[in-house]
T-cell receptor, first 110, second 112 residues
């Protein structure tokens, strides 16, 4: 089975940094995705990790440790528009399927 | 490119009614997926398809059916609607399984 855990909510101030953790226990591992989902909208792709280490994309970075079953998404220089839900999703031994965590709602305050 | 489109955007059904949620993509993607998203829960995979004529069950297929007669279209059928099927339904597609999935705007379904 698949078990993916991430915190339910986080709050941070505009301009700050927030780190969203994701731990997973899955049948096999073939990659981890992070998606952003604004309220009432569809998820949109942010990042993909398949090897250990840090992937940086502008203000967003994602880290993976396969041995620890752990990933994090780092959001830097937070802006009000970053207020959204962030979904961690793991591709397990079946290549075709993604298993999603429940999502972390990030609220950015002025 | 329109990307992934879904119709309708909203629908209210009575218990026992049937309906088809439409999904289409114009990116020539082989892989297509149907998810449901309940409040506070992650996306749950209902059905997926790896190409025209090929479909398979996901985590929560009961009460649903799909078909994939063309590369572009992947409709989801609810035969006997139940209140437990009240949810937001997302269709997604990808070129293959190793790349990100693109999601449609969703269909918000209420069963009363």
């Amino acid at each position: 089975g698949q078990n993916i855990d991430q915190p339910t909510e986080m709050t941070a101030t505009e301009g700050a940094i927030v780190q969203i953790n994701c731990t997973y226990q899955t049948s096999g591992f073939n990659g981890l995705f992070w998606y952003q989902q604004h309220a009432g909208e569809a998820p949109t792709f942010l990042s993909y990790n398949v090897l250990d280490g840090l992937e940086e994309k502008g203000r967003f970075s994602s880290f993976l440790s396969r041995s620890k079953g752990y990933s994090y998404l780092l959001l830097k220089e937070l802006q009000m528009k970053d207020s959204a839900s962030y979904l961690c999703a793991v591709r397990g031994s079946n290549d075709y399927k993604l298993s999603f965590g429940a999502g972390t709602t990030v609220t950015v305050r002025a | 490119n329109a990307g992934v489109t879904q119709t309708p955007k909203f629908r209210i059904l009575k218990i026992g009614q049937s309906m088809t949620l439409q999904c289409a993509q114009d990116m020539n993607h082989n892989y297509m997926y149907w998810y449901r998203q309940d409040p506070g829960m992650g996306l749950k995979l209902i059905y997926y398809s790896v190409g025209a004529g090929i479909t398979d069950k996901g985590e929560v297929p009961n009460g649903y059916n799909v078909s994939r007669s063309t590369t572009e279209d992947f409709p989801l059928r609810l035969e006997l609607a139940a209140p437990s099927q009240t949810s937001v339904y997302f269709c997604a597609s990808s070129y293959d399984s190793k790349v990100p999935q693109f999601f449609g705007p969703g269909t918000r379904l209420t069963v009363l």
